[in-house]
């Protein structure tokens, strides 16, 4: 069955560097774009960007522009989600999913990966 | 940015009841709409796409409609486990943006 297993949860101080993986399995890893999603306590759903793990291209939301770096290894099928410059304002839980039906409907999910930003 | 509004922020409602959220983009969206379900301390789940398409696996009481900006998803019977945070999001351009939830309470 499909499954995303992420990372396991960060404490950073700010200012630091977090990278996130999402390994995938149970589908051709190559075929389907991972997008990445975080959530912040008691907030909604912010959408951070997708990679192509195909060949890797990437589309980032503005606000995450010069912060962000999503790559990927195919030879794990793995997706990674790196976030730098961490501000307390990024403590939240990070989400990896997939869109294994139609393009960009996101119907396969990790279980999210708590990143806690303090000093 | 295409902006997602949702409406109510929250609801509460029985079991038995039907109840209708509504969300309202900010411009057309060309029917790329989808709706989540997500409990506390869980990812979300998707429910449905292309305004009313369900998912594998969920029940017919969900129900989407709607077309241009304004959207509804419709629970016709509320089971105990419906209770949850729900949430639209389009998907007809990039950056992908959701509604801010709405928190459905017994």
């Known amino acids: 069955q499909v499954q995303l297993v992420q990372s396991g949860p960060e404490l950073k101080k700010p200012g630091a560097s977090v990278k996130v993986s999402c390994k995938a399995s149970?589908?051709?890893?190559?075929?389907?774009?991972i997008y990445w999603v975080r959530q912040a306590p008691g907030q909604g759903l912010e959408w951070l960007g997708l990679?192509?793990?195909?060949?890797?291209?990437?589309k980032y939301a503005q606000k995450f522009q010069g912060r962000v770096t999503m790559t990927r290894d195919t030879s794990t099928s793995t997706a990674y989600m790196e976030l730098s410059s961490l501000k307390s304002e990024d403590t939240a839980v990070y989400f990896c999913s997939a869109d294994l039906g139609q393009l960009s409907v996101l119907d396969h999910w990790g279980r999210g990966t708590l990143l806690t930003v303090s000093s | 940015d295409i902006q997602m509004t949702q409406s109510p922020s929250s609801l509460s409602a029985s079991v038995g009841d039907r109840v209708t959220i509504t969300c309202r983009a900010s411009q057309g969206i060309n029917d790329y709409l989808a709706w989540f379900q997500q409990k506390p301390g869980k990812a979300p789940k998707s429910l449905i796409y292309?305004?009313?398409s369900l998912q594998t696996g969920v029940p017919s009481r969900f129900s989407g409609s709607g077309s241009g900006t304004d959207f509804t998803l419709t629970i016709s019977s509320l089971q105990p486990e419906d209770f949850a945070t729900y949430y639209c999001q389009q998907y007809d351009s990039y950056p992908l943006t959701f509604g801010q939830g709405t928190k459905l309470e017994i």
């Open positions: 292309a305004v009313s």
């Open positions: 149970g589908y051709t890893f190559t075929n389907y774009y």
């Open positions: 990679v192509n793990p195909s060949d890797g291209s990437t």
